[in-house]
C-alpha cells in the first residue's frame, strides 16, 4: 500500500480575497549583527527576495551594525556572496541585488560604548532628513541573545527610541528580537520589563520564524476556513497529535551557544509551543493579532505543569553521539539535542489527548510536522468488532517542511473480490498546486512589521507562560544526575521515546517514509 496516493485539484475559480494586507510604511533598518550568520542567512536574502518582488517601500535603507572594521563595499560583497549562496530564488537577479547593495551602509564598534550609538544616530538622521522618514526606524537585533540589553542601553542612552507616531496611530521605533527571548522564567520576566521600561508592547516583535512560515500560517485557515474539520477537532474523535521537527544537521559552528541552550529552549519552548497552541486553541473572536494571542495564551495556560517526578515520566531526553566531541562544547556535557515530551491540554475540548512533542538533531531525516491521529472507528461493520484495531485510523499531517502541504490518510477497499481494505493518502503540495514556493518566514516577517502587524510575533504574556512551563523541565534535568540517552546520529532518536507512546498503546510516527502520513 506504499505507493497509494490520491492527488488533489485546485480550484482557480475559488480563490478568494478575504483580507487585503495594507502597505509596509516607509522607514529604515538597522541590523545589529550584520555580519552574522542571521543577517546573512536569513535577512539580507529575505530583503533581497522582497526587493525582487517589489514588495518594498522605496527607498529602502539598511543600516548594517558589526564590530568589524571593514568599509561598506566590503560588506556589501561579502553580503552578495550569502544572497547568491542562501538566496530563497536562483539565480539571483544582479540589476535587483545592485539595487539593494546602494542603500546598505554600515556603522561599526564596540556594542558596549556610546560612540557606535552617537554615530549611527547620525546616519540614520541623515537617511531620515533624506527620505522623509524621520524616526521611522527598525532596529534589528540579529546578535547573540546576550547582547540584547546593551544594545537597548546603547539606543536608549543615544534617544534613538523616542516614540514617534506613524500611520493609524501606530508607534515607532520597533524593535525585532530574536529567541530565545530570556533562558527560564525569571529571565524573559527580567528581560520583558527591561525592554518595557523604553518601549511600548506594540513596538516590541519577538520573532519566532517558525510563526512566519507559510504553512504554520495556514493552520489557521485550515482550522477555521473548512467547516468539516472544527466539529471533530476535539478529544472525542483525536485520539493523539504528534508535533515533531526532526532536522539531520547537527549544532555545526554553534558550539557555545547551543551548549547553554539545548534542545528545549532552542525549538521546544518557542516554535514547537507555538505550532502546538495553533493547532489546539479555541476560534479567535477576530483574525486580529490580540484576539488570536489572547486564544494562544489560554492554551499555555492550561498546559499541564510537568514537574519533579513527572519530568522522568512524561519526558525523554537524548544527546547524538559525538555531540561532546563538536567544537566549543563541554567534554562532559548534558546538554540535550533531543526531547521527547508528554504534554496535556486541561480543559473540555483536550482532556485525555496527549500532544507528542519531539525535536531533534542529527536524525534520520529533516522534517517538521503535525500529525493528528483519529480515533479508531467505533464498529467494524465488516468483520466485527476484533478487527475494528485492523482497520487504518485516520492521520491528518500538516506538513511545515519540506514539501508544505497537507495529507490525509483514509481507508479504501481494495480492488479484490475479498474484502480488503488499506490505507491511501490525500496529498495537497503547495509547490504542485501553486507552482510556487512559499514566502519565506523572514520576508513575511520583516513585511509585517513595518505594516505594524503583530499577529506572527509572540506577545510578552505568551512568552512567560511558555517559560512557566518548560523552566521546571530544563532546570530537573539540569539538577538530575539521569544518565545522558546517548542515540546514534542518522537514527529517529533514543528508543526510550517509545515509552511515552507506549503508555497511550500509539507509535510514533515513522521517520522513513516522511511523504506518508501512516503510523508505523
Ligand atoms: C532555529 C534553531 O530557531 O530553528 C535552530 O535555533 C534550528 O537550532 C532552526 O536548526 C530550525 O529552523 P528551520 O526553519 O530550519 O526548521
Known amino acids: 500500500m506504499k505507493d497509494a496516493r490520491a492527488e488533489v485539484s485546485t480550484f482557480a475559480d475559488s480563490r478568494v480575497l478575504i483580507l487585503k494586507q495594507g502597505e509596509p510604511q516607509a522607514c529604515s533598518l538597522v541590523v545589529f549583527g550584520i555580519t552574522g550568520d542571521l543577517a546573512r542567512r536569513k535577512l539580507v536574502p529575505a530583503i533581497y527576495n522582497l526587493a525582487r518582488d517589489a514588495a518594498l517601500p522605496e527607498p529602502f535603507p539598511v543600516i548594517g551594525v558589526g564590530r568589524a572594521e571593514q568599509s561598506p563595499d566590503q560588506l556589501r560583497d561579502l553580503l552578495r556572496k550569502s544572497v547568491e549562496e542562501f538566496s530563497r530564488t536562483q539565480p ?33 538622521e541623515e537617511v531620515g532628513a533624506q527620505h522623509g522618514i524621520d524616526g521611522r526606524t527598525l532596529f534589528y537585533c540579529a546578535t547573540p541573545a546576550g547582547l540584547f540589553p546593551t544594545i537597548l542601553d546603547g539606543l536608549e542612552k543615544a534617544r534613538l527610541l523616542r516614540p514617534v507616531t506613524g500611520e493609524k496611530g501606530s508607534l515607532w521605533p520597533r524593535v ?18 527591561r525592554v518595557a521600561r523604553v518601549l511600548d508592547e506594540s513596538q516590541t516583535f519577538r520573532v519566532d520564524h517558525y510563526l512566519g512560515k507559510e504553512t504554520v500560517q495556514n493552520i489557521l485557515v485550515f482550522r477555521f476556513g473548512n467547516a468539516i474539520f472544527e466539529p471533530i477537532w476535539n478529544q472525542k474523535y483525536i485520539d493523539h497529535v504528534q508535533i515533531t521537527a526532526a532536522e539531520t544537521l547537527g549544532i555545526g559552528r554553534r558550539g557555545h551557544f547551543y551548549d547553554e541552550t539545548g534542545v528545549i529552549r532552542d525549538v521546544i519552548q518557542n516554535h514547537l509551543l507555538q505550532v502546538l497552541a495553533l493547532c489546539a486553541m479555541e476560534p479567535p473572536t477576530s483574525f486580529d493579532a490580540d484576539a488570536i494571542r489572547d486564544e494562544k495564551t489560554k492554551v499555555f495556560r492550561s498546559l499541564r505543569r510537568i514537574v519533579g517526578e513527572d519530568v522522568t515520566r512524561r519526558v525523554v531526553f537524548g544527546q547524538y553521539e559525538g555531540y561532546r566531541e563538536e567544537e566549543n562544547v563541554d567534554p562532559d556535557s548534558r546538554t540535550p539535542t533531543y526531547a521527547a515530551l508528554e504534554v496535556m491540554i486541561d480543559n473540555w475540548r483536550w482532556q485525555g489527548v496527549p500532544f507528542y512533542v519531539r525535536a531533534g538533531k542529527r536524525l534520520c531525516e529533516k522534517v517538521t510536522e503535525v500529525a493528528i491521529h483519529f480515533k479508531p472507528i467505533p464498529f467494524c461493520l465488516f468483520g466485527g468488532q476484533d478487527t475494528c484495531p485492523l482497520v487504518p485510523r485516520n492521520v491528518l499531517v500538516l506538513r511545515i517542511d519540506p514539501d508544505e502541504g497537507i495529507a490525509l490518510d483514509i481507508t479504501t477497499k481494495l480492488p479484490a473480490d475479498d474484502l480488503w481494505v488499506g490505507g491511501v493518502e490525500m496529498s495537497f503540495s503547495y509547490e504542485r498546486a501553486f507552482e510556487q514556493s512559499p514566502r519565506g518566514a523572514y520576508e513575511r516577517l520583516l513585511l509585517d512589521c513595518m505594516r505594524g502587524d503583530q499577529m506572527l510575533f509572540a506577545r510578552r504574556d505568551g512568552i512567560e507562560l511558555e517559560w512557566e512551563f518548560v523552566t521546571p523541565i530544563v532546570e530537573a534535568w539540569e539538577n538530575g544526575s539521569e544518565p545522558v540517552l546517548v542515540y546514534k546520529p542518522g537514527s529517529p532518536g533514543p528508543d526510550e521515546a517509545g515509552r511515552l507512546t507506549g503508555r497511550h498503546g500509539c507509535h510514533w510516527k515513522g521517520f522513513r517514509d516522511a511523504a506518508r502520513t501512516r503510523s508505523d
Not at 98 to 120: C, K, R
Not at 176 to 185: A, I, N, S, Y
Open 176 to 193: 525585532l528580537v530574536e529567541k530565545p527571548f530570556g533562558r527560564d522564567l525569571a529571565s524573559s520576566v527580567e528581560l520583558n520589563d
Open 92 to 124: 539571483v537577479d544582479r540589476g535587483t541585488w545592485d539595487h539593494v547593495a546602494a542603500s546598505i551602509d554600515y556603522v561599526h564598534g564596540d556594542f558596549s560604548g556610546p560612540d557606535l550609538y552617537e554615530q549611527l544616530r547620525s546616519r540614520i
